[in-house]
């Protein structure tokens, strides 16, 4: 049985063929069948008007050489100013017309390839947002990000210009194909020879450069993820002088990247030398096989004017199939896995009972609770552990002994094997996801700034909080001290990922986030971690205020951090060893005691003095 990690990342992987594709892509625009039509019709109408200057030029051959006897005469004008007059109007409006469907179509298919694009970009990150934390940690970011913005703008690209190229070169067989079967049906016939070898060597090439597109696609991928690692470890690569190993890490990807385009250029670069043989033959022909009907009087010389120039409007627009189909690959490859993303399955639904933020009080149970990692031994086994309502529970253990994953599953982030958690005696998996996650604050040890001010930060999720409420939080949270010390306070922009602040800078911030949402339930998950001694000492005091009145769970390295907290639970592989209050947890001289006396040196019956 397949893990979810593995599940997770064959989701983006393309499947093998391009009609699904196409399909899915049809799919994605029906809601904007009208523009489409739209779209297709000022396509198909352009094309008429631009496939009717050689009907003027054999007109207008006719009345030069059939004079009172051409087929305008036939009409009724008789006069040959006249006739010449009647084509120069038609000349006009065809011009005019042939403008105005060109500049509506234009305009009609790029705005609903901007439509498109970003109706799919908005639809495939809203799902990325609802994929549990198994699938970010199985793929890459630089792959997501490859999908969320190269794939989409190539189907943006495709539905801009190849489209349109279809519908016209559709029309153009269509329409001159039928006109020629009037005029001369042995013409159209060795007209029609090279389209039977044409179709074949576009499909055959379209067979061949389908893995060629989607390697390519895969390599882009690649190239994406190392230069998204790249950026978000400068620190690391500069403080290990390792610039020199990470450009050559990234020349021999770009290299695959460019070797892997390459093979998909060469191949598609040799379509339309081939295409243009085939009709530079048939050309020869039509041009030979037309003079001698002409010559012979089978045919009128503006008739055969008409078909020489047709026929190249015909022929030479397939020259172009090859380009066409290579767009056609580049966009069908890329949809493959924007849709692929879209149907990766959501493996933790939000349930349906709504949690109102007020009425929880915050009484936390965990019962019999399993859980693994992907592809990794079980780590809690027959879990349990009930946390009161307004209780203080710290939690402690070695690295690896579970206390983070708790809030993980608490919150949601991983679905649970078996057992039941609960809040307020209601199973977390009934609840309405996003209710479950705003009646609980997190201080992660992984602090997490965006690329804005201070104040924006602290905000982050209390979106509508105004400035005081936001220095208040900022004071509880020890930070108030060090943002007035910054050259715009509370406007300082902190840079992307907080770069600009220092580690316990930055968790602090964290806390002022958690203190301003003022949830019922808050978690701190190595919240004093990164901070020195006086600033824990100060944030120290300050949570004796910030837990009051609500349910916390403090997890933490630093036993100084838990060592008022109302319960001390101790955990080693997945399980509780001990449990008590900080002092009776000493005198017990066990797994707890032990840790204090790595920590500070002191013996239990020391510490209680």
């Known amino acids: 049985m397949k893990s979810a990690a593995a599940t997770a990342v064959e989701a983006v992987r393309p499947v093998p063929t391009t009609a699904s594709g196409l399909r899915r892509l049809l799919i994605s625009l029906r809601p904007h069948r009208r523009l489409v039509w739209l779209a297709a019709t000022c396509s198909v109408l352009n094309k008429l008007f631009d496939l009717a200057p050689p009907v003027l030029i054999g007109l207008a051959v006719d009345v030069v050489v059939q004079q009172r006897t051409s087929w305008l005469a036939g009409v009724g004008v008789t006069g040959v100013a006249g006739q010449l007059g009647v084509l120069a109007v038609l000349s006009f409006l065809i011009w005019s017309a042939e403008s105005l469907f060109e500049y509506l179509y234009a305009l009609l298919w790029r705005n609903l390839a901007q439509t498109v694009q970003h109706e799919l970009r908005i639809e495939a990150y809203d799902h990325l947002q609802h994929l549990e934390m198994a699938f970010f940690e199985a793929g890459s970011s630089g792959r997501l990000l490859t999908i969320l913005n190269d794939d989409i703008n190539q189907l943006e690209r495709f539905l801009d210009q190849g489209a349109n190229e279809i519908l016209q070169l559709i029309t153009t067989v269509l329409a001159v194909?039928?006109?020629?079967?009037?005029?001369?049906?042995?013409?159209?016939?060795?007209?029609?020879?090279?389209?039977?070898?044409?179709?074949?060597?576009?499909?055959?090439?379209?067979?061949?450069?389908?893995?060629?597109?989607?390697?390519?696609?895969?390599?882009?991928?690649?190239?994406?993820?190392?230069?998204?690692?790249?950026?978000?470890?400068?620190?690391?690569?500069?403080?290990?002088?390792a610039e020199d190993w990470e450009k050559q890490r990234l020349i021999e990807q770009s290299q695959a990247y460019r070797a892997s385009n390459g093979r998909a250029i060469r191949l598609s670069a040799a379509f339309i030398p081939l295409i243009r043989f085939a009709i530079l033959f048939a050309f020869l022909a039509i041009l030979v096989i037309g003079g001698l009907q002409a010559w012979q009087g089978a045919i009128a010389i503006g008739t055969y004017s008409f078909l020489v120039f047709i026929t190249q409007r015909l022929l030479w627009p397939l020259t172009t199939l090859g380009r066409t189909l290579d767009d056609y690959q580049r966009a069908m490859a890329s949809t493959h896995r924007v849709m692929d993303l879209l149907d990766t399955p959501i493996a933790i639904p939000s349930g349906h009972r709504p949690l109102p933020f007020a009425a929880v009080r915050g009484?936390?149970?965990?019962?019999?609770?399993?859980?693994?990692?992907?592809?990794?031994?079980?780590?809690?086994?027959?879990?349990?552990?009930?946390?009161?309502?307004?209780?203080?529970?710290?939690i402690v253990g070695a690295t690896g002994s579970g206390k983070s994953t708790i809030v993980k599953l608490l919150l949601r982030l991983y679905a649970i094997q078996s057992g039941r958690i609960l809040l307020d005696g209601l199973r977390i998996d009934d609840l309405a996801l996003q209710d479950l996650r705003r009646a609980i604050g997190l201080v992660s040890q992984e602090v997490f700034l965006?690329?804005?001010?201070?104040?924006?930060?602290?905000?982050?999720?209390?979106?509508?909080?105004?400035?005081?409420?936001?220095?208040?939080?900022a004071t509880l949270a020890e930070a108030a001290g060090f943002i007035a010390d910054l050259p715009h306070g509370y406007d300082t922009v902190v840079g992307e990922r907080g770069q600009r602040l220092s580690g316990g800078q930055r968790q602090r911030i964290a806390l002022a986030r958690a203190i301003l949402k003022d949830p019922p339930v808050l978690v701190l998950d190595e919240a004093t971690a990164a901070v020195d001694n006086e600033t824990e000492a100060a944030i120290q005091r300050s949570l004796d205020r910030i837990t009051a009145a609500r349910t916390t769970l403090v997890i933490a390295h630093r036993l100084s951090t838990v060592r008022h907290a109302d319960r001390i639970v101790v955990m080693e592989q997945g399980r509780i060893v001990e449990s008590g209050c900080h002092d009776a947890l000493l005198e017990r001289n066990g797994a707890y005691a032990a840790l204090w006396r790595v920590q500070t040196g002191l013996r239990p019956e020391e510490a209680l003095r």
């Open 177 to 241: 194909g039928g006109a020629m079967l009037v005029l001369s049906p042995t013409v159209a016939g060795v007209s029609f020879l090279p389209i039977p070898v044409i179709l074949w060597g576009s499909l055959r090439f379209q067979r061949r450069l389908v893995p060629r597109y989607r390697e390519v696609r895969e390599r882009a991928g690649d190239l994406a993820s190392r230069l998204s690692n790249n950026l978000g470890g400068m620190l690391t690569i500069k403080s290990y002088a």
């Open 450 to 473: 965006f690329h804005g001010t201070i104040a924006e930060n602290i905000a982050y999720g209390s979106f509508s909080a105004g400035r005081p409420a936001i220095e208040r939080a």
């Open 363 to 394: 009484h936390i149970r965990f019962e019999r609770v399993a859980f693994a990692y992907a592809g990794r031994e079980p780590l809690l086994r027959d879990f349990d552990l009930e946390v009161p309502a307004g209780a203080t529970i710290g």
